[in-house]
């Protein structure tokens, strides 16, 4: 059963702090939650390791639901987290049901148009994005991640998240799952999901346990394949004297690529007049092995030698990347590995994986699926079930997840290619007509997920 993943790897270390150990909720408590009239039974919860995108989300369809739940999160508090996401209608259909959409909208920048430019900021063809309301109910929007995050843990119980719980093995049998924790502290559920990101540690436990058995397929037991590099930032609020564009109602997506050159830019206002960036290429100035590469680049000088690599390109509102970082406070820039994986494993026994790996907007779809199919459950939620309810998730979601994937993997060709050919073919993609452009977006669009038994009550 495949699972595509593509993922973009901060480098984090588990926290060596002491962990925090916690006490299961009381079970014979209807939920605190304001949204929600269910009582939660107390024979059936969901554990969920990561307090990410994926993980939030789910967490938060499963406390409107009334399903007892607690998130494991290794790291000490939200983590600040440098980058943006794009919110297209897959997912503002429910955010919208969610009732979380208004909260959603005021940390929002609807991208009007993607323009592509050479080097020499030319224009070599654009993108309208204004014609997708009318065809799919939203327009696409920027969203800072971390804000985003907030808004969906504002929305559940304090105690629902556990903070500086990092797993280090979890052990899944016929009457449920254990997670251990680095602490020495276990907490038992009935489900658990492993939303944990790339290098997630309940993939790598659910992944041992199949190989011991001899159920892992070859190609999941070999590493993640190192892709590019990328700086990406995030800027205080801009000067609209200087930066006017930062300000406007609608913002515009420039991506420029380089002549003979291994950089391709990103750049895109956001809310509150700031501006996002990216950078992505090899933006090593030594030749050091990946190996060296992936231990060492994630500190405060790794990231002040990628800058000084990019500091001289032009950016597309004027002067040059410098002007960009210098408006962009050092915790506010990141370099990060983009890797990529196609792992053929999804789920085994009570244990299944979905996630931030396969990018935010795929995460949030997966959750929303998890949840609608555990609301679904019946006590006494027998482990057969359980696993049907996940053979079920992999059949509805991969179609979606395959389509996105193939999506991103052509853009990323597409933009990063060097030569006639590919200035030819960025040529036609980028001047090709809107019905045309949208025949490709329709691909990876899909229906409303939520189930109304519980969407309703917003």
């Not at 843990?153 to 924790?181: F, N």
Request: hydrophobic share 40%; glycine share 8%; charged share 20%.
């Amino acid at each position: 059963m495949p699972l595509s993943y593509k993922s973009a790897h901060s480098g984090s270390q588990p926290s060596n702090q002491t962990i925090a150990s916690f006490s299961t909720m009381s079970s014979n408590t209807s939920s605190a939650y304001p949204h929600t009239n269910h009582m939660e039974d107390p024979a059936f919860k969901v554990l969920i390791v990561g307090a990410g995108i994926g993980g939030l989300m789910l967490g938060h369809c499963l406390e409107r639901a009334g399903i007892d739940f607690v998130i494991l999160e290794r790291m000490q508090r939200l983590h600040p987290a440098k980058s943006t996401i794009q919110l297209s209608s897959n997912t503002l259909h429910a955010i919208e049901q969610l009732g979380l959409l208004e909260e959603v909208m005021e940390i929002a920048k609807p991208i009007s148009t993607i323009i592509l430019r050479k080097h020499n900021m030319s224009v070599t063809g654009k993108i309208d994005g204004l014609h997708v309301k009318n065809r799919y109910g939203y327009y696409s929007y920027i969203v800072h991640r971390a804000e985003f995050c907030q808004i969906l843990m504002s929305r559940m119980r304090s105690d629902r998240i556990q903070w500086g719980c990092y797993v280090l093995e979890t052990v899944s049998g016929d009457l449920g799952v254990q997670c251990r924790c680095a602490s020495g502290y276990v907490v038992q559920g009935d489900i658990l999901v492993g939303a944990d990101g790339a290098y997630s540690a309940v993939r790598q436990n659910l992944y041992r346990t199949l190989k011991e058995k001899s159920l892992l397929p070859k190609s999941d037991m070999e590493s993640l394949k190192f892709s590019q590099n990328a700086m990406i930032g995030l800027t205080d609020p801009m000067d609209l004297t200087k930066y006017p564009d930062a300000g406007k109602e609608f913002g515009e997506c420039h991506i420029v690529v380089g002549k003979e050159s291994p950089y391709t830019m990103w750049i895109s206002p956001t809310s509150e007049n700031r501006i996002t960036w990216s950078v992505t290429g090899p933006l090593l100035s030594d030749g050091r092995s990946e190996q060296n590469f992936m231990v060492s680049q994630f500190g405060p000088e790794e990231v002040n030698k990628a800058c000084s690599l990019i500091e001289a390109l032009d950016n597309p509102f004027g002067g040059t990347m410098a002007d960009l970082i210098a408006h962009t406070p050092k915790e506010n820039m990141v370099k990060i590995l983009v890797e990529e994986k196609h792992y053929k494993t999804w789920h085994y026994g009570r244990t299944v994986l979905m996630g931030d790996g396969q990018g935010p907007e795929q995460a949030l779809l997966d959750a929303i699926c998890l949840a609608n199919l555990f609301h679904g459950l019946k006590s006494p939620y027998p482990l057969a079930d359980i696993v049907e309810a996940f053979h079920t998730f992999h059949e509805l979601r991969l179609p979606f997840t395959k389509a996105a994937v193939q999506s991103s993997g052509q853009v990323a060709n597409l933009v990063n290619g060097q030569g006639l050919g590919s200035d030819i073919k960025r040529k036609l993609v980028f001047n090709m007509p809107t019905w045309v452009q949208a025949l490709s977006l329709d691909k990876i669009q899909t229906q409303n997920a939520l189930p109304v038994q519980f969407a309703k009550e917003a």
